[in-house]
């Protein structure tokens, strides 16, 4: 695949319009295709506002931009995607629809051609095998926003031919991505990996060791995150944030490393979904600026209170556990987990790297502590973690 091989999105709503840019700035005709006409015509005006910007902005000029929107074509019907090389889905999250989708585009690509979901936490593998030829169907997942978050998941299904593997990095380099490869497992890398930063600040919320306020000052001035979790899930929404976190847990037959929170699930029944309806976490004005109020909600008594060191040790270690875990089941290597987490969620570092900075002794020493204290598998430490540091290695 090359610039000049014709890429087909399917779907053209946030993902499949911020992709459609990506394909078409590399240089690819791109035809976009939607159930829903008015989507197609949407996401054109939408792209067409978002180059104007550009142009005013200096950074691409006018004769680029007039190129680019010029690549992208809107496909009145599936049939169009016939001449592409690569087809990437992008249509609701729904197992039904994909399958059914995959089976619909399969009939009409070449034989070459090359079938990739956008999907986040469904199986690559059950999508594929609703096809003849499962082995040129790929994950190619994608960051919202796309054209900003140079992070792309390439994740082969079972039956994936690793020349298409192979051909889908490759193709990634050459827009400008950083793709990294991982194993078909619920929530790929960086939904699985980022977890316990939603889900150990909940904890510690809802047992009382710091409000809101100092949780997020904590995970940004101390940690160095960009966003503190309890905002970031706000701008995410609650549904979405909640909907990831039970699909993970569920997906992982209940693992309690994963389980949701009630303070969310609470959250999504009063339709406190965050700034999107002006309130989650906390409450927002007319202009989305947080309006401080008194905290409500499942919050714990302040009964222990943490230092900000204490919350951030905590909730980072969960979070290299996690990292560690993934490079001991083989889902990614070291390097694209440290990427993915660096590239799609913006953290501050590779979390195998903070590992080695924090020492992998303390980074189990904090394990086992939780683990004593709580008396539950939910904090039990990687047995790779355990092995490196018995054999006294580290990652890099
Ligand atoms: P969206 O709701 O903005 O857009 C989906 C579009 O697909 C709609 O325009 C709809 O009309 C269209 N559609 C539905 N069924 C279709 C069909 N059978 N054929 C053609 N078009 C159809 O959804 P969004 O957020 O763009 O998500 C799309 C996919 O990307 C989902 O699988 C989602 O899980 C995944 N994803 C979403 C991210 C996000 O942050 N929104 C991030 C990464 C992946």
New binding site residues.
Partial sequence: MDRNTPIGI????????GIAQVAATAGHTTYL????QE?VEKALATLAKTMATLVAKGKVPQAEADAILGRIRPAAL?KEMAGCGLVIE????DIA??R??FQDLEAKLAPGAVLA??????SVTEIGAACTRPERVLGL????PAPLLPLVEVIPGLATAPEHRDACVELMRAWGKSPVVCKDTPGFIVNRVARPYYGESLRILEEGGADIPTIDRAMKEVGGFRMGPFELMDLIGND?NYMVTRTVWESFFYDPRYKPSFIQQRLVQARWLGRKSGRGHYRYDANGAIVPEAPVGLAGAPHSPKAPEAIVHRVVVMLINEAVDAVHLGIATRDDIDLAMTKGVNYPKGLLRWADELGLPACLAELERLQAEYGEDRYRPSPLLRRMVREGHTFY
């Fill in positions: 399917i779907g053209a709503g946030t993902m499949g319009m295709y939607d159930t829903r989507a599936m992008a249509v609701v999250e629809v994909k059914k989708l979901t956008n999907t986040s936490s469904l997942h994608f960051f919202n979405v």
